[in-house]
């Protein structure tokens, strides 16, 4: 099965703070998200990435950056949090981007509050 | 621009009834339906797909029907059970990309 990890399930953090958000995959998948679930906004897209040090924005990049120098880890950064960044945060890994089904796998989601 | 829409944000069913979640999308090229279930405090987890070529796919007590010309496409729980209580995602994608996510309806089924 595959096991998409998060490190940490619940966070407070004050604003203006440095967020680190770490995701770990274990089944060698190529590509890697961030979301973030609000209600009634669904999932929405935050940073993706196909492959190691690379990177693309999603449809809500902006506060955010992301970090991956490992296949397996892809790391969520709110360079200094806002409130409106308060929200739950979903890592998704898969296999492949194109000729594939597209499937996501994801992890259990942070909880973030920022105060 | 929203691609693909769940117009309801909740719905609630008896126990032992029929629960029909509705997702409609606007971008023709997509190829390949999913939908996601998501429990609160977890993560979304993968339930059926459908591909495009096809019109009706079946799960045990789910079914996912696709209607290309109307660009709708729902999601039949028969018969519903209170643990089936969750968010649902509709999801699409075209040549695999990356996924395009509803706004999720509320399900919930009451004893």
């Known amino acids: 099965d595959v096991k998409v990890t998060q490190s940490s399930r619940y966070l407070v953090k004050r604003t203006g703070e440095k967020v680190f958000l770490e995701c770990v995959q274990d089944?060698?998948?190529?590509?890697m998200f961030w979301y973030r679930q609000d209600p009634g906004l669904g999932l929405r897209l935050i940073y993706f990435?196909?492959?190691?040090?690379?990177?693309e924005k999603g449809d809500i990049p902006e506060g955010y950056s992301v970090s991956r120098e490992k296949k397996e880890r892809f790391s969520l950064i709110l360079e200094s949090a806002s409130t409106n960044q308060t929200s739950m945060y979903l890592c998704?890994?898969?296999?492949?981007?194109?000729?594939?089904?597209?499937?996501?796998?994801f992890g259990e989601g942070s909880r973030l509050t920022v105060l | 621009d929203q691609q693909v829409k769940q117009n309801s944000p909740s719905l609630s069913v008896q126990e032992g009834r029929i629960s029909i979640l509705n997702c409609d999308y606007t971008?023709?090229?997509?190829?390949?339906f999913l939908w996601y279930k998501k429990y609160p405090a977890e993560g979304p987890t993968f339930l059926i797909s459908i591909s495009s070529i096809k019109d009706k796919n079946e799960d045990g007590r789910f079914t996912v029907f696709l209607n290309k010309s109307a660009k709708h496409l729902s999601l039949h729980i028969v018969p519903s059970q209170p643990g089936d209580s969750a968010v649902y995602f509709c999801a699409a994608s075209f040549s695999g990309s990356r996924l395009t996510f509803g706004e999720g309806t509320q399900l919930t089924v009451n004893p």
């Open positions: 089944m060698d998948h190529e590509n």
């Open positions: 998704a890994s898969s296999l492949s981007l194109g000729g594939g089904t597209g499937e996501l796998f």
């Open positions: 990435s196909y492959d190691v040090k690379m990177k």
């Open positions: 971008n023709s090229m997509f190829d390949y």
